[in-house]
């Protein structure tokens, strides 16, 4: 299955819960693109005592996954994509609706 997932949360639990759910179905067999929107493309700051969300944005990569970040909201906030989180565009976006069998927007 193709699994496509929005995130436009800043909330570091639902963000990291996210991800786990991503790198659980990468182990699963789906092939899974995350896009962060709105307040989503905040997640690699998002680290706390009780949710360390960098580390398993690693893991979702690590496994297989693939993370794009909406460029016009990077800079919005003043900053740039990463490795971990590349540029991309509502083009981008739209072709992870397109192709996905599901979609999870958070």
Known sequence: MKLGIVIYSSD????????????????????????????????????NDKFNVSEQMQLFVDNGGEILACGTCLKIRNTEGSELCPLSTMKDLYEIIRDSDKLISI
């Open 12 to 47: 570091s639990e639902t963000v990291w819960n996210s991800f786990r759910f991503g790198i659980f179905s990468l182990k699963e067999g789906d092939k899974v693109k995350v896009f962060l929107l709105a307040k989503g493309v905040e997640c690699e700051s998002l680290d």
